[in-house]
């Protein structure tokens, strides 16, 4: 028989949230991130800046992330996700295989060009030699992601006889690499200030397509 201590105790069990899992206070912490780094930037902000802006306590904060960097990079994941999720529904939304390569090639050249995407790596490649697990974590779930998935929309294409590839993951970073082609490179360095026009992002994301289709099309994409 069980008592009312015994359902009152497993009740409280149930309901208390693990150390570090609150899917409602994390994304309050990242909230206040945001704003501190919009602020202030990365070096400049602080935890205990970020704990204010957040609304928690800094023991709080230290229990979800081991530091600023950490914090950093999940932001940064957090807005990555809600940008590519645009970009990659462009590879879906349009039967013509040269349209939506160039629709997602397109998308992604401005995003990784862009003055959040290019702030956001500079940082990570920045504290990568002290932090390794940090940069392998960056580039696991982002550009890695990233390449996995393309990969599966070209074996796609591959099943449907638009395109001869051996191996969709190689092809798939040779495409990525292509839409960058001189365009995030200056920008990482800082030899370029500005994010790319849109017509130049149009010229060398129709090459980098023109390129990969006559290396990997059948003549029928």
Do not use: W
């Amino acid at each position: 028989m069980t008592s009312s201590t015994d359902t009152q105790g497993g009740t409280r069990a149930r309901n208390r949230r693990v150390a570090g899992m609150d899917p409602d206070k994390r994304r309050q912490i990242l909230e206040g991130a945001h704003a501190v780094f919009t602020a202030k930037g990365f070096d400049a902000a602080s935890m205990s800046e970020i704990a204010t802006a957040a609304g928690v306590s800094k023991g709080t904060l230290y229990v979800y992330f081991a530091d600023k960097e950490h914090l950093f990079v999940a932001l940064i994941q957090r807005e990555r996700e809600a940008q590519k999720a645009a970009v990659f529904g462009a590879l879906n939304d349009d039967p013509d295989l040269r349209r939506a390569l160039t629709r997602f090639g397109e998308g992604l050249a401005h995003l990784l060009a862009g003055e959040f995407a290019v702030s956001a790596h500079r940082i990570v490649i920045g504290v990568s030699e002290r932090m390794p697990d940090l940069g392998q974590e960056f580039y696991e779930r982002g550009p890695k992601q990233g390449s996995l998935r393309l990969a599966e929309f070209l074996t796609g294409k591959v099943e449907q006889g638009l395109l001869e590839i051996d191996d969709t993951y190689l092809a798939s970073v040779q495409f990525l690499d292509l839409c960058q082609s001189t365009l995030l490179r200056p920008r990482l360095f800082n030899a370029t200030r500005e994010a790319p026009s849109p017509e130049e992002v149009s010229r060398v994301v129709a090459s980098a397509v023109e390129m990969f289709l006559a290396r990997y099309g059948t003549g029928r994409s």
